[in-house]
């Protein structure tokens, strides 16, 4: 068990540019999710997979963002012309159904 | 609407024993879970509670009461190591999905 990685630890872009993060989650969990965190706030939902299918996404995901999870394993999230207040720091989590989320060390994203 | 409350910073002293609340209001509700996170770290899984009572865990006991949407975490010996982010979180629908308090930064003192 290695645990939940991301890629990159750290990402700064400039405003308009795309950006794509990777996550691959701990290899026997069936549930990806990814979540975002600003600064002294608790993480916030952004979109969930169960194997390959999304099946929900927040309203906080703009049309901007996209997440794909293709073959049930890794899973990308991808922010189109990004923004200033994207920045933030993304999370991705894993688990079996039904028991408790493990989370990666995040994608921290600095939009200048 | 989801609303999760907790104090937002902590203040206590190393050896002594501090107990972090939360109280929710959610649309539907699956269990309680407290995840601690370092800064600059991931939130590390602490507790899980479904039924009402109290969960001990080593130094630390997490208590619900579902009837009044309340939650504590109690960390007992406490260590300078203890200093962090506690974060409250409430399982709501399907899929495991967790609503996050903003969580509640403890600094441990000598």
């Known amino acids: 068990d290695t645990g939940v990685s991301q890629d990159p630890r750290h990402k700064i872009t400039k405003r308009g540019q795309n950006v794509t993060f990777r996550c691959d989650p701990i290899?026997?969990?069936?549930?990806l999710y990814w979540y975002r965190q600003t600064l002294g706030q608790g993480p916030e939902f952004l979109t969930y997979?169960?194997?390959?299918?999304?099946?929900?996404k927040s309203r906080l995901l703009s049309d901007r963002f996209s997440a794909e999870r293709p073959k049930g394993s890794f899973s990308t999230l991808e922010i189109q012309r990004t923004e200033q207040g994207d920045s933030a720091m993304y999370l991705c989590?894993?688990?079996?159904?039904?028991?408790?989320?493990?989370f990666g060390n995040g994608t921290r994203l600095t939009v200048t | 609407g989801q609303n999760i409350d907790q104090p937002t910073e902590m203040t206590a002293t190393e050896g002594a024993i501090v107990q972090i609340n939360c109280t929710y209001q959610?649309?539907?509700?699956?269990?309680l879970f407290w995840y601690q996170q370092h800064a600059g770290e991931a939130p590390t899984f602490l507790s899980y509670?479904?039924?009402?009572g109290l969960e001990e865990k080593g130094r630390f006991s997490s208590f619900l009461s579902r009837s009044k949407g309340y939650s504590y975490l109690l960390l007992k010996e406490l260590q300078m190591k203890d200093s962090a982010s506690y974060l409250c979180?409430?399982?709501?629908?399907?899929?495991?999905?967790?609503?996050f308090g903003t969580g509640t930064q403890l600094k441990v003192e000598l």
């Open positions: 989590a894993s688990s079996f159904t039904d028991s408790p989320l493990h």
């Open positions: 290899s026997e969990h069936n549930r």
């Open positions: 997979f169960q194997n390959e299918a999304q099946l929900e």
């Open positions: 959610t649309s539907g509700f699956n269990g």
């Open positions: 509670n479904v039924l009402d």
């Open positions: 979180a409430v399982q709501t629908g399907g899929g495991n999905k967790l609503t």
